[in-house]
């Protein structure tokens, strides 16, 4: 297997399974085999021959599939499938393992812990070793964000771990990266990378990774996580840019889950009517309402309209609610339609109300924890609800709810809440039996969440091929990783740090929005919410929707704008409240956007100053193009001056007070005075 940057060789000894080859420099990196315990032995994938499987598949996405298949030396009962995915010009390998047997036989943990190694690799000759988290919870922003730190010598020495999911590894002339794909809260590893003091570095199992008794037989196998490998002859920027194409490009068939569309959510203004007016959440549920808000999201450049919590009479079953839409969603999708908008609806997946149908045909699929049923709870104001088990066969009755309102309602724009990684360990799912503990059954559920959640999300795409489904994450304790972005993508921010965050047990002092602190227009907010975009250096921000605030004054207007146009593309608030001057220039700037936004979602982000600082620039102009966005922030007044480090195409556009110049080698110079905390804003290659 091969393409023009990489090629694959299968060895199929016990140190070395396949190797990896840099082209057209032939530096190499070999990955020793996994191992399982089958029936009390470890039994290392030392396969005596490897043949074909099939033939080689051809993926919507532009990668290819290979099967390969060989026998274990030390017991021919069993056999591993290796499934490659490799992409024409990305030096990015996906693979995953299938453990195979032509009778019974059975996954133990003699030591009463996971014993599998999902792959190893000898560091001699890399002198740089790298961990990227992507789940660690910032309490501070109250939102996930990635993480780098340098894995120092002493590390090695002391034989810690370290859980990724990607590690980079390097020396002076080639970087090479492994990855796995699953998900979960820093530090709560579910696998993670054991070093040892010879700079052998193994992939292990933690914990959840199967249930001891778990059979393997002719027609079930083992499934290993999928995992990665990559390498180029260059530094590790390199290798991130490439990295970064290939998540956007060839990670998931789910294709529409890439697309920089615009996204507004009604939420916002239902959290405002609640805590600033009096109201009730549901309120401003209704048809009445939801035209309106249309009809302002259209003319500032929405693309998709999501109707969040309320839109549904129960959970479960997910039908429109009657009494806050007497004609259904048809008027709603009809005046969509008509603006050339999509449809997005919110979900809990997790939930099925008290008198559903759904929850009386899968009573056996609720959630329970030592025996007891975890519910039955209010939801938004709607009927009470259990919790289910999407590890069971309830997953595919919620993938047939959605798949359902997709062709009969028109939804493409699927927004799912509240889906915490733990919560059951029923011995009737799929996660255990009762001859495991109620901790390793509680422990296969969280880590076979996130492989629900995909093939519901496979099985709408497969459906709807238009369909995205956004997993919110605004929590804490949710399956952070690149699992999840192998389906679908995330809801990174929505209102920020609560209260509690800072240590006030209260909450809501003084007239904030129920525990939300930075919920008001001007700066404090869209900071937050920009903090996060370090993620863009590996995975593209466009995957992460944060939403913006659209209120006046002009000069918050700015800087919302200036940040939404970076990738993360969301939009809430009153939009019926915004003037029209305001809803004019949100629909001026983002018509701008959308002419460069396919070259602002493929641009490795250039940054200069922190988070807040003075100056704040991001450039996001693509090298291919030259088109694309810089946005300067500020909080301090004063003159500031950014040249880019891309030429840039003409012509282009700038915000008020920027004044823009080219240089000799078509870099751009940027000067403007601020005389307030502020932002401003220029797109290349546009035409105003």
């Known amino acids: 297997m091969e393409n023009a940057v990489c090629k694959v060789d299968l060895i199929g000894t016990e140190r070395c399974l396949w190797r990896y080859t840099v ?10 085999p996994p191992t399982f315990e089958v029936d009390g032995q470890t039994l290392p994938a030392v396969l005596a021959q490897i043949e074909p499987s099939g033939t080689p598949e051809r993926l919507s996405n532009g990668a290819t599939e290979f099967v390969y298949r060989g026998a274990f030396t030390a ?11 490799l992409a024409p010009a990305s030096p990015v390998v996906r693979f995953h393992y299938r453990l195979c047997a032509t009778h019974p036989r059975t996954l133990t943990k003699q030591a009463g812990r996971d014993n599998v190694h999902y792959l190893g690799l000898s560091l001699a000759g890399f002198p740089t070793c790298r961990e990227v988290r992507l789940s660690e919870f910032d309490e501070y922003v109250h939102s996930y964000r990635l993480t780098e730190q340098a894995v120092a010598e002493r590390a090695f020495e002391h034989g810690l771990t370290v859980m990724g999911p990607l ?36 992939l292990r199992a933690v914990k959840g990774n199967y249930y001891a008794g778990q059979i393997v037989e002719a027609g079930q196998p083992y499934e290993t996580i999928w995992l990665q490998v990559a390498g180029v002859a260059g530094d590790e920027e390199a290798l991130a840019k490439h990295y970064r194409t290939f998540v956007l490009k060839h990670l998931t068939l789910n294709a529409a889950s890439r697309r920089p569309y615009v996204f507004y959510n009604t939420w916002s203004y239902q959290e405002r009517n609640k805590w600033w007016n009096g109201q009730t959440y549901l309120a401003s549920m209704n048809q009445e309402r939801m035209l309106a808000e249309i009809d302002v999201a259209h003319r500032m450049g929405i693309e998709v309209f999501v109707i969040d919590t309320g839109w549904y009479d129960k959970t479960g079953d997910w039908r429109v ?5 007497p004609g259904g969603l048809a008027p709603v999708k009809e005046r969509l339609e008509r603006y050339g908008m999509k449809l997005g609806l919110w979900f809990s997946p997790t939930q099925a109300a008290v008198s559903s149908r759904i929850l009386q045909e899968h009573a056996d699929c609720r959630i329970s924890r030592d025996g007891q049923l975890s519910g039955p709870y209010a939801v938004w104001e709607t009927e009470d609800s259990f ?19 997709a062709h009969e309602v028109g939804v493409t724009y699927f927004k799912w809440d509240a889906v915490g990684q733990y919560g059951c360990n029923d011995p009737a799912h799929w996660h255990g039996t009762p001859a495991n503990s109620s901790q390793e059954r509680a422990d296969c559920y969280a880590f076979e969440l996130w492989r629900s959640m995909a093939r519901v999300v496979d099985r709408v795409c497969r459906a709807c091929p238009e369909a995205i489904v956004d997993f919110d994450v605004t929590e804490g304790g949710r399956c952070v990783g690149l699992g999840f972005l192998a389906a679908g993508k995330y809801f990174l921010v929505n209102n920020g740090p609560y209260y509690p965050s800072f240590d006030d047990p209260v909450g809501a002092p003084g007239g904030g929005m129920g525990w939300n602190v930075f919920v008001f227009p001007g700066p404090a907010r869209a900071r937050v919410c920009r903090a996060p975009l370090d993620y863009d250096r590996w995975i593209p921000s466009v995957l992460f929707l944060t939403h913006y605030l659209p209120d006046d004054p002009a000069s918050s207007q700015m800087i919302n704008l200036a940040s939404l146009v970076l990738g993360q593309n969301g939009v809430w608030g009153d939009l019926l409240n915004v003037s029209d001057e305001g809803v004019e220039r949100f629909g001026h700037v983002l018509a701008l956007y959308k002419q460069v936004r396919d070259d602002v979602t493929e641009s490795y982000p250039v940054r200069s100053g922190t988070t807040g600082g003075s100056p704040e620039v991001h450039e996001k102009i693509s090298e291919r193009s030259g088109r694309g966005a810089v946005a300067i922030f500020a909080s301090a007044p004063g003159r500031y001056t950014y040249v880019t480090q891309h030429p840039v195409a003409q012509p282009y556009w700038a915000s008020d007070n920027v004044q823009v110049t080219c240089d000799s080698r078509g870099r751009a110079r940027l000067e403007t005075t601020l005389d307030q905390p502020g932002a401003v804003l220029v797109f290349f290659g546009v035409v105003a």
């Open 23 to 32: 082209k057209p420099t032939g530096r190499t990196l070999d990955l020793a």
């Open 75 to 85: 017991d021919p009962n069993l056999a591993l499938e290796m499934v490659f995915r």
């Open 167 to 202: 590690l980079i590894v390097g020396d002076a002339t080639h970087t090479f990266l492994v990855a796995y794909e699953h998900g979960s809260q820093v530090p709560d590893a579910f696998l993670h990378y054991a070093l040892s003091p010879e700079r052998a570095v193994t």
């Open 321 to 325: 609610s009657r009494a806050r839409f």
């Open 387 to 405: 919790h289910m088990c999407l590890v069971s066969r309830y997953w595919e009755a919620f993938a047939d709810e959605l798949v359902h309102l």
